[in-house]
């Protein structure tokens, strides 16, 4: 997750030397991370911010979380305004460095846009609800290690009335606002738990929270939902091999996906149309094995993935 996101997240030790840096740091700051880890200084990466910031750095190694909005220039030039979130890592009661969050927090600015109207285009099968749904769900994310913003603020912040926005988001992600954001910290505190990068107190402070035992119970929670979806998982995967069968005896052609778009089975017909005799793409992307579909359709394909239906020119597909 830390390396599909594209705010920069690091470590730096006591003595400011990078040890960690996800693939954003390279858009940020022009520099891999390869490059970075165990040989850059931090006042190297953020040049004539690191006297700015400095006041942050210090109060973050006497042991407060840092929180702060800052202007920065990209490597390409381009100015983001970001939130910046600084958290102590404690060990044995001693801090040891600390972890760096920095989110865009300015307006979207890679949308497509009317010419004319200047308004935004959305594609047909992509309502403008979905694409709020989707900006309030990256809000959320870019949250993650600063804390949960408040259903009033989030509400202000998308244009949409605090009412409609909780009936719509549970209604298209099937969990409340809050419930979402506390599986998304609970799926990061479960990763990093399980590769012993931070142990449950550690992971309280990361997420920001106020008792470790708040944590502890969130994290016991997740794990027996996580539990609980594993059997549901064995039951679906007995109803996936009915499905398959069906479909490859199937006179039209029709193909079947899981929720990563890795084909389950497909048809005879559905083979010989694209032609995927003797490739062994079962088990693999569609994307994989057949590059034109992402451009075309990727959007289409999370669509339906949210339980929608979607038909054009004789092409049924859903859930």
């Not at 979130?85 to 009661?93: A, C, I, L």
């Not at 997740?222 to 109803?239: A, C, P």
């Not at 693999?284 to 929608?308: D, F, M, Q, R, W």
């Amino acid at each position: 997750m830390t390396e599909h996101t594209e705010a920069m997240l690091a470590y730096w030790d006591k003595n400011l030397i990078c040890r960690y840096a996800n693939k954003a740091t390279a858009d940020w700051f022009g520099i891999t991370p390869e490059h970075m880890i165990n040989k850059s200084h931090l006042s190297e990466i953020l040049g004539t911010l690191f006297d700015v910031q400095l006041p942050y750095i210090n109060g973050v190694l006497g042991g407060k979380i840092q929180v702060f909005d800052q202007v920065i220039h990209l490597y390409s030039g381009k100015a983001k305004n970001v939130r910046i979130t600084y958290h102590p890592n404690y060990v044995e009661g001693e801090i040891k460095g600390f972890y760096a969050h920095m989110a865009d927090i300015s307006p979207l600015n890679n949308k497509s846009h009317d010419n004319k109207t200047g308004v935004e285009k959305l594609p047909e099968f992509v309502t403008q609800n979905d694409q709020l749904l989707e900006n309030v769900a990256k809000t959320l994310n870019e949250n993650l290690f600063i804390g949960f913003p408040s259903i009033s603020a989030l509400s202000k912040q998308h244009f949409v009335s605090e009412s409609k926005l909780k009936r719509d988001f549970k209604q298209n992600f099937g969990k409340t606002i809050f419930s979402y954001y506390r599986y998304l910290q609970m799926e990061i505190a479960d990763r990093y738990i399980r590769e012993k990068r931070c142990n449950k107190n550690q992971m309280a402070v990361m997420l920001n929270f106020s008792n470790p035992s708040n944590f502890s119970a969130c994290y016991h929670r997740y794990l027996e939902e996580k539990s609980s979806d594993g059997e549901l998982i064995e039951t679906q995967k007995e109803d996936n091999t009915h499905n398959k069968t069906l479909i490859e005896q199937a006179p039209i052609a029709i193909a079947m996906f899981d929720n990563q778009m890795q084909f389950i089975a497909a048809s005879k017909r559905w083979v010989a149309e694209y032609k995927l005799e003797n490739t062994g793409f079962i088990g693999k992307s569609i994307y994989e094995v057949l590059p034109a579909t992402k451009k075309k359709c990727e959007k289409l394909h999370n669509h339906c993935l949210k339980g929608n239906i979607y038909q054009c020119d004789g092409l049924l597909l859903k859930k």
